[in-house]
């Protein structure tokens, strides 16, 4: 399977801050990448794909980037309700997918 | 609006087997996969399997081939999750997320509806 690894696993930040999260896959998976946002005690929220297309309704201040093993999330101005876990998906081996195993943003 | 709404809560004995079910409602459901992933306490989320729901067409995890069975019954737009032999490790929040994709291959699976999960507790 290909493994995925996020860094850091956890980040302190305030407000208004930018952040990036980084995602990196064990072999090229070209562009097949996609993030998500957990809170606790809820379902998974899906925020982008192919790596930098973002879903419908997800704010624009979301943003990915990256092809082949090294991605990134970036938040560009971090609002109260960003503060979560984020995981990356690599579904390049299909059916095979896999998870990072997340970064959780904590309010500095 | 898309809704995926999963059965209750579980609490399993050591060896039993367990199912969880998923509605679906707001789409079409025969036109996407259902996947099911889950996520044991204070780890990393964990996909299971897939139906391809038009089909039936299942493909599963190697790690719990021969243990779980995903199915569904199209006339109530609901899929299945079967895991049998449980085990504490077992002990998990279960979900189904409606899969869908981007590439004229239909393969590379993005999950973008998600059911509110099943806890399902594995205790003797």
């Known amino acids: 399977d290909i493994q995925m690894t996020q860094s850091p696993s956890s980040l302190s930040a305030s407000v208004g801050d930018r952040v990036t999260i980084t995602c990196r896959a064990s072999?090229?998976?070209?562009?097949?990448l996609n993030w998500y946002q957990q809170k606790p005690g809820k379902a998974p929220k899906f925020l982008i794909y192919?790596?930098?297309r973002l879903q419908r309704g997800v704010p624009s201040r979301f943003s990915g980037s990256g092809s082949g093993t090294d991605f990134t999330l970036t938040i560009s101005s971090l609002q109260p309700e960003d503060f979560a876990t984020y995981y990356c998906?690599?579904?390049?081996?299909?059916?095979?997918?896999?998870f990072g195993q997340g970064t959780k943003l904590e309010i500095k | 609006q898309v809704q995926l709404v999963q059965s209750g809560a579980e609490v399993k004995k050591p060896g039993a087997s367990m199912q969880v079910s998923c509605k679906a409602s707001?789409?079409?459901?025969?036109?996407?996969?259902m996947h099911w992933v889950r996520q044991a306490p204070g780890q990393r989320l964990e996909w299971m399997g897939w139906?391809?729901?038009?089909?039936?067409?299942?493909e599963y995890s190697q790690k719990f081939q021969g243990r779980v069975t995903i199915s569904r019954n199209t006339s109530a737009s609901t899929a299945y999750m079967e895991l049998s032999s449980l085990a504490s490790e077992d002990t998990a929040v279960y979900y189904c997320?409606?899969?869908?994709?981007?590439?004229?291959?239909?393969?590379?699976?993005?999950?973008?509806?998600w059911g509110q999960g099943t806890l399902v507790t594995v205790s003797s």
């Open positions: 997320a409606r899969g869908d994709y981007y590439d004229p291959s239909g393969s590379h699976h993005h999950f973008d509806y």
């Open positions: 707001g789409y079409i459901f025969s036109r996407y996969a």
């Open positions: 139906i391809n729901v038009g089909n039936g067409n299942t």
């Open positions: 072999q090229s998976i070209s562009k097949y």
């Open positions: 192919a790596a930098s």
């Open positions: 998906q690599q579904s390049y081996s299909s059916p095979a997918y896999t």
